[in-house]
């Protein structure tokens, strides 16, 4: 056993490695020194959990090149290198260190998945061969390191095609394509953007199902399924931004053994040593797939399933990358049984990806194989409908229905051309349309999405029409049980409700309540026996920040972290509120009370009232926390620290303002405007150009 393990992190956050490498990276940290490894920590990112010294015994915020790394191990002569939680950048940087002579230089050994399997993996001409070794399926392709290859297989195969680069993170530099122009322009930047200078051009599935496997196996061949996922966006759409449910609903038994035993063949066949994320393409009318690709390393679908599911992915696959074997490692979620021990789930999970288009509206909006997203909300639910609302709710965009949005005022011709070449408001199109009377046979033809998901999408589509048409007590109840928030029900009828009663708190424990779990971990349900353990001592609930997205991002997961330790450490019970999957502040350990909800006022006020706790923090959460303090106040739920006066003195310009005047502080000259008439007068008065400031606004937004 190595007594020190190099960890190498994900560096910044960008689109398509955010926050779940972070996580990854953190669970890693303390897995190895739970079992009394020094833990070497290379990362650049200052605002990440993972680069503070409690995680590691020596942290270095250095770049992640060859060179510096090489100067690390060096300096500090660990004996391993542990590369699989870093992401991409992880991944890439050990292949260059292999191949540079470093690794063998200085006697680091690497732990868990071998360079030789993530090179197998990666490159996108002997992953095809393998697959086709053992008999998996792969769509019919080529793999090209210049620009004439890929135009002469368009030649012999047409159009669409897809474009997957080698050695890239989150589809970057590919793309689906559908004539020589995108072609030999997505070819260009995707060959300059692999490690390799290759890249992979295959015969589009598109309209085919798209299916992830998380898989996990160790040295002596034992395998199990963590979570398999369904995207209800078909092939074509990057994962990460492919709204997906867990487990998966369409899937016949047969179906889903048949893509079960084919990720476990895959994974023994890669000789993957931890955690591996697997994706199908499945065809929507007889049981054929391909396997589109591997990723031999963690991912943020694999974040998504360790929250998904209880079971933490990443501190698993340390512990195997250590030489453990599942049948050894114990479940730390109900601390009975082993790691070996299949999570099951008794509700239904949802992520909706963020998008940052709310930022940059000029930017293009359309979805295919390179993810845009910045982030994801994640909903649980009892029903699949349910978790779609909390996800909806928690993307922090005021969204508390299906219909009703901008899209009301368009065209069913621009409605349908969303569905045929989606965007991120494909959800709201496909609502806008079913609330007009378009059948679902129509949509589900445009799209490819399957008629399950459009069914269920115009069950609440109705709801809401009855709801606006006559709210009675009757549609009320109904759209309460659907998982309508207060606020949402109260938009469709057009008048204020009563708060929400008769909501439950139900536990995650990995194993359906078959065995009792340690960890309290929960969601809410309406109508339901409550599991809540409320702490025996005093509580305090910290309210997270959502999903990443730009001007909000992992500096106010690391904030809302160090408020529970806070907590935890002056003798207070820290009770978490947040929806993100991906960040540390939602690991079942970091605090006392886990409640896994949209960090909106109706949870926010139930959280507090089953954990009696004292109160609530707001200024850790960033601008989503923020923004709750007067509706919280008006619910009489006490804001411990900056109370909601003084909140709304810093975020209100004009009252801000008017404290600065008090106060005799040098200012910049101006004036508060409610309306383009007195903003127009006080421009003028002051002279171009000017300055405009929102209240209440997240990272400039708006500015």
């Not at 680069?51 to 060096?74: C, G, H, K, N, Q």
């Amino acid at each position: 056993m190595p007594r020190s393990v190099l960890v190498i992190g994900s560096g910044p956050i960008i689109i398509g490695q955010a926050a779940e490498f972070d996580y990854a990276g953190v669970q890693a940290c303390r897995a190895l020194r739970e079992v009394g490894h020094r833990v070497i920590l290379v990362n650049s990112n200052p605002a990440t959990i993972m680069t503070d010294p409690e995680i590691a015994d020596a942290v270095y915020l250095e770049p992640l090149t060859v060179r510096s790394v090489e100067a690390i191990i060096e300096r500090e002569r660990p004996e391993a290198l542990l590369p699989t939680l870093g992401g991409q950048t992880g991944l890439n940087l050990a292949v260059e260190l292999s191949e540079a002579g470093v690794l063998e230089r200085f006697g680091v050994r690497v732990l868990g998945t071998p360079i030789e399997t993530i090179r197998l993996a990666e490159d996108r001409e002997r992953f095809k061969s393998t697959m086709l070794a053992i008999g998996e399926p792969v769509p019919q392709s080529v793999v090209v390191t210049d620009v004439a290859a890929g135009v002469a297989f368009a030649a012999e195969y047409g159009y669409p095609l897809v474009v997957r680069p080698a050695y890239t993170l989150g589809g970057t530099g590919g793309g689906l394509v559908r004539d020589e122009a995108e072609l030999r322009a997505t070819l260009e930047t995707g060959l300059a953007a692999s490690l390799i200078h290759q890249a992979l051009v295959e015969t589009s599935l598109l309209g085919w199902k798209e299916i992830e496997y998380e898989v996990l196996r160790d040295h002596a061949d034992n395998c199990i399924i963590v979570c398999n996922m369904e995207n209800i966006d078909p092939v074509g759409v990057h994962t990460g931004d492919s709204i997906v449910v867990a487990p998966s609903q369409t899937l016949s038994d047969r179906e889903y053994q048949m893509l079960r035993s084919a990720s476990i063949n895959v994974i023994r066949a890669l000789k993957v040593e931890g955690g591996c994320n697997i994706q199908f393409a499945l065809h929507p009318e007889r049981s054929e797939y391909q396997i589109i690709e591997v990723n031999p390393r963690v991912s943020r679908s694999s974040a998504l399933a360790s929250k998904a599911t209880g079971y933490p992915i990443a501190k698993i696959a340390t512990r195997i990358a250590l030489g453990q074997t599942l049948d050894e490692i114990p479940n730390p979620v109900t601390g009975i049984t082993k790691a070996a021990y299949e999570p099951t789930l008794d509700y239904c999970v949802v992520k909706i990806p963020r998008w940052p288009f709310d930022k940059f509206p000029l930017a293009d909006t359309r979805l295919g194989t390179q993810m845009k997203s910045t982030g994801e909300a994640m909903g649980i639910g009892r029903t699949f409908q349910a978790a779609l609302l909390k996800a909806l709710r928690g993307l922090d965009l005021k969204l508390e229905t299906l219909t009703g949005q901008a899209l009301a005022e368009w065209s069913n011709d621009e409605l349908e051309a969303i569905l045929e070449r989606p965007t991120h408001e494909r959800l709201a199109a496909v609502a806008e349309l079913l609330r007009r009377g378009v059948e679902a046979d129509r949509i589900a033809e445009l799209s490819t999405i399957d008629r399950f998901w459009l069914w269920e999408i115009a069950e609440l589509v109705e709801l809401e029409e009855e709801l606006r048409r006559a709210p009675s007590e009757a549609a009320i109840a109904r759209a309460r049980n659907a998982g309508y928030s207060t606020r949402g029900i109260a938009t469709l009828a057009g008048h204020t409700i009563a708060g929400t009663n008769g909501r439950a708190f139900r536990m995650v424990d990995t194993a359906a309540a078959e065995f009792p779990a340690r960890s309290p971990y929960y969601y809410l349900s309406l109508g339901e026996h409550d599991e809540m353990r409320a702490p025996a001592k005093e509580a305090v609930v910290v309210v997270g920040s959502g999903p990443i997205r730009i001007g909000q991002g992992i500096e106010f997961d690391y904030s809302s972290v160090h408020a529970a330790w806070a907590l935890r450490a002056a003798g207070r019970a820290a009770v978490v509120v947040n929806n993100n999957p991906e960040t540390v502040s939602t690991d079942f350990d970091i605090s006392d009370v886990l409640i896994f909800e949209p960090p909106g006022a109706d949870e926010v006020e139930a959280a507090c009232r089953a954990s009696k706790a004292r109160g609530v923090m707001l200024a850790f959460g960033g601008q989503t926390a923020i923004n709750l303090a007067e509706e919280l106040a008006r619910r009489e739920v006490p804001i411990i620290g900056s109370d909601r006066r003084s909140l709304d003195m810093a975020e209100d310009r004009e009252k801000f303002d008017m404290a600065l005047a008090r106060l005799g502080v040098a200012r910049p000259q101006g004036r508060a405007a409610k309306s383009f008439r007195e903003a127009r007068a006080t421009a003028r008065e002051l002279g171009f150009p000017v300055l405009v400031r929102p209240s209440y606004v997240l990272g400039g937004r708006g500015m």
